[in-house]
């Protein structure tokens, strides 16, 4: 079994939405690399079974913490914890990419969107 990966190798920049690239998936986890551009986000969610763990290498984003649509500033060198059913996603606000490896554990813990506060209400004023 492989146990050593160049995770440049996994990073999708795409102008769509970012591309989950699994680098290597067991039960006990997932293991993603994600390439976020400038402007483009991960979608709030959960993980009602697992928690995930991001470490980011480069470029920085809003994280949010929750469906009110609290945000924190994530940067390069951050290691950031959602631990199980916690809400999170980023906003890649910078001018470079956000890039960074979330590790899901256990490979079950499910996903389920997530819709913030603010955005509803936003969408029901246009």
Known sequence: MKRIFNSADFF?????????SVITESKEATVVAWY??????????IHPHG??????????????LD???????????DVV???TGCLHGVFN???EPLIFISVVS???AGYQLVSLDNTVENLAIE
């Open 12 to 20: 999708q920049p795409t102008d769509d939405e970012p591309i989950r």
């Open 81 to 83: 914890i959602a631990h």
């Open 36 to 45: 976020i551009k400038p402007g483009q986000e991960i979608y709030a969610h």
């Open 67 to 77: 469906e009110a649509g609290t945000k924190k500033s994530i940067v390069a060198g």
């Open 106 to 108: 256990p490979s079950d």
């Open 93 to 95: 606000n910078g001018d």
């Open 51 to 64: 928690q995930d763990t991001w470490t980011i290498l480069r470029g920085k984003g809003e994280y949010y």
